[in-house]
């Protein structure tokens, strides 16, 4: 037997083996990359959750209806928003409901609220 025979099935292993580590690798990437885009929707849908809290007085994606009393909150401007929940979360805005409510946001969820609402179009479908 010459050392060409003896090496032939080494060779088609070791072809083998690389192409299964390549596969394993795109495997990886993609597993990654949904791993990713999941926790990007788990995100969304927290933020989504988090703005439904003001759905009952301010609207669907804070878009209130024709003649509500209390405002909507969708396209209003971010720091608009943040500034307005802070002063009742404060005490230094008056309110029947609200200063009891924002002060159980923290200021990380008040920005993504107002960021949320700042993004959210003030006519159209809901997101």
Known sequence: MSIGLALAPARA????IARLARSAAGLGA????????????????????LAATCAACHGTDGRAAEGAALPGLAALPAPYLVAQMQAFKSGARAGTVMPQLAKGYSDAQIAQLAAWFAQTPSTGAAR
């Open 13 to 16: 292993r070791g072809v083998r």
């Open 30 to 49: 993609a597993l990654i990359a949904a791993a990713s885009a999941f926790a990007q929707d788990v995100q969304g849908l927290r933020l989504r959750s």
